[in-house]
């Protein structure tokens, strides 16, 4: 009997440190069954959840972001912004989001009027001062809309910066969410006011000469030139999707903005290329529509 017992307890022994020596293993060589997160799982281990309610709202970007020629000639007109604005005709991301009363204390814009994505981390900089739950990003028209195709800015730097204005956001404000829009097709806005001699010569004063210049020249190198701009915008937006995949909080808008058929009855009427107040509307829906879903475009 006592011999028996003995070998009970050595089995139970030797039993014992087998399934410490796996556990230690399982441990050191972090083997899992490839499954999503398990209840009771550290939380650094789980991808943070998207927010579809957001408590606040940031803005940074360009001149559409500031409603440029939306109510007046050459001036920024924030109210009608599709991200902040105030304008109910608009009905902006913001006052979808929180409710018109809310728009004035729990919004921002630090969008700028000609600013490129070199100027992206000042802008991200200062909104993330205020920890927003939600920064809606609009920059890339002005990287291409410039004197010349030539100058345009490089797809290398567009992505460097880019990805400094990111970091720099982590940084500061590591939980706040970030929506991308996509670059609207510059050309496609080209074919809606080169016919129009008021636009032409508004056009005249220096709005995107890459794209504009010349409108009604139909040779060789002006049609070159053009598609050279749209593609460097198709460039633009694929820096945009990619470097915003690596972000669990950003989501970029699958292209929706680049993509919407943009008509007379969305642009301004000082220069038929910013949008107008319809516009505007149009770019708050789209937005809209792509925070609060469940899933990101795929």
Known sequence: MRTTVARRRVRRTVTG?????????????????????????????????????????????????????????????????????????????????????????????????????ADLPGQLAEAAEHKPGLVTVMVGSNDACRPTASSMTSVADFRAQFEQALKGLRAASPESQVYVSSVPDLQRLWEQGKDIPMVRQVWKLGICQSMLAEPLAADTGATARR???RARVVEYNEVLRQVCAADALCRYDGGAVFQYPFGAEQLSHWDWFHPGRDGQARLAELAHRQVTAAEPPR
């Open 17 to 117: 440190v087998g399934v410490a020596a796996a556990v230690l293993a399982a441990t050191v060589t972090g083997c899992d069954d490839g499954g999503p997160p398990k209840a009771g799982e550290r939380g650094a281990q789980a991808k943070p959840r998207w927010n579809p309610a957001p408590a606040s709202v940031a803005a940074v970007g360009d001149s559409i972001t500031r409603g440029f020629d939306a109510c007046s000639v050459l001036a920024d007109c924030p109210e009608v912004s599709w991200a902040t604005g105030s304008d109910p005709t608009v009905n902006s991301l913001a006052a979808r989001l929180l409710g018109e009363a809310q728009v004035p204390a729990r919004s921002w814009n630090y969008a700028v009027t000609g600013s490129r994505m």
């Open 227 to 229: 598609e050279k701009v």
